[in-house]
C-alpha cells in the first residue's frame, strides 16, 4: 500500500505563494484558514508537514531587521502597509497550536522572510541569512525542524540546509510545471480527468538531503485554471486528490498533496478541505498510510536504493 503526505505553507501575509504577494483578501484570511485547517486534520486526524516562514515564529518585532542582507527594503511592507497589522506578521501562537495538536504534525522551515532558494539573485550569504534569521526566532518551547521547504518549490543552495543540519526537504515534480498559465491549466484538468497525479518516491542527493517530491497543489482553481476546469467536472481538485489515492493505492509510493492556508477564504474552500480529507480517510480505511516528509524520509534511508531511486510513476 502507498503513503499520502500533506505539506502546509504556513506564510499569512509573507510572499511564499509561487513569486506573487497574497492577495489582501487572502493574506487577511490566511489566520482562520490555517485554524480551519487545524481543526480538520484533527477531526480526521491526519498529521501534516507544517512548513512555516521563520517570521511568524517572532512574537513582536521592529520591521527593521537590520542584520539581513536585503534589509531595510525587504521588510518595508512591515513597516508600511503592515505597520498596524501584526496578524499578517506574527503568528507564534498558530505555531505552537500547530506543534501541541493531537494529530502530531510536522514543523518544517521555509526562509525567514520567504526568499525563494531557487532563484539565480539569491546567493550564499543570503540563503544563510534565512536561515540564521529562522533559528533566531525560533524559540526553545519549539522542535527544531529537520525538513525544509521552499517557496514556490523553487529549490536552491541545499548545501546551504545541509550546512544548517536539515535531513529532508520538500521538492517539486520534474518537469511538472511551465511558464504558460494555460499549459499548466491543461495539465491539472489531465489530473483530474484522466492519468490522476503523479505518484512519487524519495530521493537522496549529492548532499545526503532526502528530496520528497510533491504530486498535485491543492490550490484554488482561479483564473484560467478555474475557467477550464470548472466546465469539464465539479471540482477539479477533488477529482485529483481521489485518482492519486487511487493510484498510490495499488503503487506502493507516495502521494503528496500541498496546500496553504491562504488559499481557504471562504465556506467553499473549508467545504473542499474537508472532503480532502474525508477521501484520504476512507483510503486509509482501505490500506493507505498518512504521514509526514520526516517519515516518509526516514523510512527511505533504511530502504534498498532500487526500491525508490526512481522518483516518479
Known amino acids: 500500500m502507498g503513503t499520502v503526505v500533506i505539506s502546509v505553507d504556513a506564510a499569512l501575509g509573507w510572499n ?8 489582501v483578501e487572502r493574506a487577511a484570511a490566511a489566520r482562520s484558514g490555517w485554524r480551519r ?3 480538520l486534520f484533527e477531526s480526521y486526524e491526519i498529521s501534516a508537514t ?25 521588510f518595508a511592507r512591515e513597516r508600511e502597509a503592515w505597520a498596524e497589522r501584526p496578524e499578517l506578521r506574527h503568528a507564534r501562537e ?12 510536522e514543523l518544517a522551515f521555509l526562509p525567514f522572510s520567504g526568499v525563494e532558494f531557487g532563484h539565480d539573485d539569491v546567493s550564499l550569504d543570503l540563503a544563510r541569512a534565512e ?20 517557496p514556490g518549490n523553487a529549490v536552491g543552495h541545499r548545501g546551504v540546509l545541509a550546512e544548517w ?12 510545471s511551465s511558464s504558460f498559465p494555460l499549459a499548466n491549466s491543461a495539465r491539472r484538468l489531465a489530473n483530474a480527468t484522466i492519468s490522476g497525479p503523479p505518484i512519487v518516491r524519495p530521493a537522496i542527493d549529492e548532499y545526503g538531503l532526502v528530496g520528497v517530491p ?11 485554471a478555474g475557467w477550464l476546469s470548472g466546465r469539464a467536472i465539479a471540482d477539479p481538485g477533488i477529482a485529483t486528490i481521489e485518482r492519486g489515492l487511487d493510484r498510490v493505492a495499488d503503487s506502493g509510493g507516495v502521494l503528496h498533496v500541498r496546500l496553504r492556508p491562504a488559499d481557504v477564504v471562504d465556506e467553499r474552500d473549508a467545504a473542499r478541505i474537508r472532503e ?10 482501505a490500506g493507505v498510510e498518512v504521514a509526514t516528509v520526516e517519515a516518509v524520509a526516514e523510512r527511505a534511508r533504511s530502504e534498498p536504493p532500487s526500491t525508490w531511486s526512481y522518483p516518479t510513476t
Open 165 to 176: 543540519g536539515f535531513e529532508y526537504y520538500r521538492c517539486a515534480v520534474p518537469d511538472a
Open 37 to 39: 485547517i487545524l481543526e
Open 16 to 23: 511564499c505563494t509561487d513569486g506573487q504577494p497574497p492577495s
Open 131 to 150: 536561515c540564521v534569521g529562522f533559528f533566531d526566532a525560533l524559540p526553545d518551547s519549539l522542535p527544531a525542524p529537520r525538513t525544509a521547504a521552499f
Open 214 to 224: 510533491t504530486s498535485v497543489d491543492f490550490a484554488r482553481f482561479d483564473g484560467t
Open 94 to 105: 498558530l505555531v505552537e497550536a500547530t506543534v501541541d495538536s493531537p494529530a502530531d504534525h
Open 50 to 74: 507544517w512548513a512555516v516562514v521563520g517570521h511568524l515564529l517572532l512574537e513582536d518585532c521592529d520591521g527593521v531587521h537590520e542584520h539581513h542582507p536585503l534589509a531595510p527594503a525587504r
Open 276 to 285: 480532502m480529507c474525508a477521501a484520504i480517510d476512507r483510503a486509509r480505511e
